[in-house]
């Protein structure tokens, strides 16, 4: 048998935070050690931070991540290590690899395939390397050179090869030809963002490279919010001979994790030889080699295979980590948001208190304080410091949201206070009066009237937030983001969206699944009833006005399937009005010509807002924001005549 302990680290590093990345590499290296790893790779471009965006064009990141290196090069003794950084290669910048053994930097292998669709931009700062090629660049800080490019490396008898994130993902991947090369282990130094199932994919590819290339195979991935708006789930794999043997924790509120196991290479070479390859035979592949002058002994830990989670489960941990690092890595004393008592502020508020409580059980005392050391309070946090909730109620609020606003401030322990702003929306709507020089009226005037509700209730959580050094949420989900249903500095206001790339059904969804779980791996909040209980209402006309969101748009359910095959799917809206009779059949031609030409005119008068919008987590590949998933004019035809053979459908259909 030829045993070698493999591993894959995870890290929350920060872009450019040069202290704390590398003291959270050299961590997890002292962790790995203490394994008895032999092989350890770490996430891609895990020194300077994934999300350095444009800085990576800067000189002083190149430079800085190679000091960086150097510095931890004496750290891999007894130890052979792949760490992520950009590299400067004759005036041009890559995504690298570097191997190092021993204390010595082999090699640099540099990505082939660059990540450039949806919340990626790669080739915006990166070159891609070509297959095959190889070069040669000075130690910025000596006097020798080293190789780089498309390296394999031969490390005491152990090929190995890469596949740096993206590289994985294409028909030609690296790996192909790998098997031809008689490799023995395939490196995947990942930063590959969450989204709900790409885990199982992730599983898929991994397996099936390990199964087809006959080789041992560690991927290793980024955890938490890094960069502001990307949560990565941590996930690393290591398999070998077709099957995974060992899996991370994701949504790890810890800095960094080592996944290792001990893997029997001489079953994939004996698998090499039965479909006829050889270890003896090579094809001419570049190949960087070094001697081990040491072997390891240590007892493999316990295995820790991850459970299947349910999308609620994996939307509570991704977003509740999300909310950890936004808050921490801003230095944030906690949260403020206007609880309305209904679904999304509900949402937001039980979201923190998640995010409380795994953190309470995975880190302790002691760890949130070490990693909330600039919090100037010795004293134990408590929901209260962390979150402050404010229901704000005119003369539309209805008792029963405001009692649901307070059992749930009650139930996730926040601070809590009732304010009545009835006097300032009458305040402004005098003063509009008096320059009118009319009464304002809601026959006429029913957008003006609403709208300076929702933007009253504005300045008063900003200014608890700036006393408080807190971060102010808003809690416009992504379905209302869609078709413009919020207010422009209203409750759009906020520094960050929580639930801005979530859609509305799902949240109901959730608050549902939170009443009546089990809270094996999420905690349960049965209070959330009061909400569950509630239709959803802006409250901002008279009561006697009935007002339902729904009505005011179309059922959730609806305009969530409509927004997937509009935007996700790219369907124009005479074919989205086919789907839509195929699908909702006991809705009448008219509901469903109706909804579609809701839909497209609400989407494309209201793209300046989605271009306002604060901050949100991506979750899904369904989200809406330019920023970084979906681009579409902000001055366009809103589908004129597109909507004109909808209508002419619904009056054929209803005829017939």
């Known amino acids: 048998m030829n045993y070698v302990r493999l591993a894959a680290g995870c890290l929350n590093q920060i872009p450019m935070d040069w202290e704390g990345n590398t003291s959270r590499i050299a961590r997890c290296l002292e962790e790995a050690r203490s394994q008895g790893v032999e092989i350890l790779c770490l996430p891609e471009l895990c020194i300077s931070g994934y999300g350095c965006e444009d800085q990576f064009l800067s000189s002083s990141v190149t430079e800085e991540s190679w000091r960086r290196l150097k510095q931890l090069a004496p750290l891999t003794a007894s130890m052979v290590v792949s760490l992520g950084l950009p590299l400067n290669v004759h005036g041009r910048v890559y995504n690298a690899?570097?191997?190092?053994?021993?204390?010595?930097?082999?090699?640099?292998?540099?990505?082939?395939?660059?990540?450039r669709d949806g919340l990626h931009y790669e080739p915006r700062w990166f070159r891609?390397?070509?297959?095959?090629?190889?070069?040669?660049?000075?130690d910025a800080y000596g006097d020798c050179s080293y190789p780089v490019g498309?390296?394999?490396?031969?490390?005491?008898?152990?090929l190995i090869g890469y596949e740096i994130c993206e590289d994985a993902w294409v028909a030609n991947r690296p790996g192909r030809r790998y098997c031809a090369e008689s490799v023995d282990l395939i490196l995947n130094p990942s930063a590959s963002h969450f989204a709900f199932g790409k885990d199982r994919i992730r599983e898929n590819f991994v397996t099936d490279a390990s199964r087809s290339f006959s080789v041992a195979y560690i991927y290793a991935n980024l955890v938490g919010n890094e960069a502001g708006r990307i949560i990565y789930d941590g996930q690393c794999l290591i398999a070998s001979h077709g099957q995974i043997v060992q899996k991370g924790p994701r949504f790890t509120f810890r800095d960094h994790s080592v996944t290792s196991a001990p893997v029997d290479l001489d079953l994939n070479r004996l698998a090499r030889r039965r479909a006829g390859a050889s270890d003896a035979v090579r094809s001419g592949h570049p190949v960087i080699t070094t001697t081990l002058a040491w072997k390891n002994e240590v007892a493999p830990p316990p295995v820790c295979f991850q459970e299947n989670w349910c999308r609620e489960i994996e939307w509570a941990r991704a977003i509740s980590l999300g909310l950890w690092d936004y808050m921490r890595k801003t230095r944030s004393r906690g949260f403020v948001l206007?609880?309305?008592?209904?679904?999304?502020?509900?949402?937001?508020?039980?979201?923190?208190?998640?995010?409380?409580?795994?953190?309470?059980?995975?880190?302790?005392?002691?760890?949130?304080?070490?990693?909330?050391?600039?919090?100037?309070?010795?004293?134990?946090?408590q929901m209260r410091d962390l979150?402050?909730?404010?229901?704000?109620?005119?003369?539309?609020?209805?008792?029963?949201?405001?009692?649901?606003?307070?059992?749930?401030?009650?139930?996730?322990?926040?601070?809590?206070?009732?304010?009545?702003?009835?006097?300032?929306?009458?305040?402004?709507?005098?003063?509009?009066?008096s320059s009118l020089s009319r009464q304002l009226e809601w026959e006429r005037d029913d957008l003006a009237l609403q709208n300076i509700q929702a933007r009253v209730r504005s300045p008063g959580p900003w200014m608890m937030a700036n006393c408080r050094g807190a971060l102010?949420?808003?809690?416009?989900?992504?379905?209302?983001?869609?078709?413009?249903?919020?207010?422009?500095?209203?409750?759009?206001?906020?520094?960050?969206?929580?639930?801005?790339?979530?859609?509305?059904?799902?949240?109901?969804?959730?608050?549902?699944?939170?009443e009546t779980q089990d809270g094996k791996h999420i905690p349960s909040m049965?209070?959330?009833?009061?909400?569950?209980?509630?239709?959803?209402?802006?409250?901002l006309r008279p009561a006697s006005h009935a007002q339902k969101d729904e009505q005011d748009l179309m059922p959730y359910m609806v305009l969530d399937q409509i927004e997937r095959w509009a935007i996700r799917d790219k369907k124009s809206p005479v074919e989205i009005y086919h789907l839509g009779r195929a699908v909702f059949r006991e809705a009448a031609p008219a509901d469903v010509g109706g909804w579609v030409i809701r839909f497209f005119s609400l989407w494309s008068r209201n793209q300046w807002k989605r271009e306002r919008l604060a901050p949100n987590f991506h979750v899904d590949d369904e989200n809406v924001d330019?920023?970084?998933?979906?681009?579409?004019?902000?001055?366009?035809?809103?589908?004129?005549?597109?909507?004109?053979q909808v209508r002419e459908l619904v009056e054929a259909d209803t005829r017939s």
């Open 387 to 433: 979150l402050f909730t404010v229901y704000q109620k005119t003369s539309n609020s209805g008792a029963e949201t405001e009692n649901a606003a307070r059992v749930i401030a009650e139930a996730t322990g926040a601070g809590h206070a009732v304010w009545d702003v009835e006097e300032l929306v009458v305040a402004y709507r005098k003063l509009a009066e």
């Open 526 to 539: 049965p209070a959330v009833k009061v909400v569950n209980d509630l239709e959803p209402t802006a409250e």
């Open 97 to 115: 690899a570097a191997l190092l053994c021993d204390g010595r930097i082999l090699g640099f292998y540099l990505k082939q395939n660059l990540a």
């Open 626 to 644: 330019p920023k970084t998933w979906c681009r579409f004019p902000i001055l366009n035809s809103g589908f004129a005549h597109e909507l004109s």
């Open 150 to 158: 498309d390296y394999l490396f031969d490390v005491g008898g152990i």
């Open 128 to 138: 891609a390397w070509k297959s095959g090629e190889t070069s040669m660049i000075p």
């Open 472 to 514: 102010f949420l808003t809690t416009s989900n992504r379905s209302e983001a869609s078709v413009g249903y919020a207010t422009m500095d209203g409750d759009t206001s906020g520094g960050l969206a929580p639930l801005g790339g979530t859609d509305k059904a799902f949240l109901l969804r959730w608050l549902r699944w939170m």
């Open 338 to 381: 206007s609880l309305s008592g209904g679904a999304d502020s509900t949402a937001s508020a039980v979201m923190v208190w998640v995010m409380w409580q795994l953190a309470r059980r995975e880190l302790g005392g002691e760890g949130i304080r070490s990693r909330l050391d600039w919090w100037d309070s010795s004293a134990a946090l």
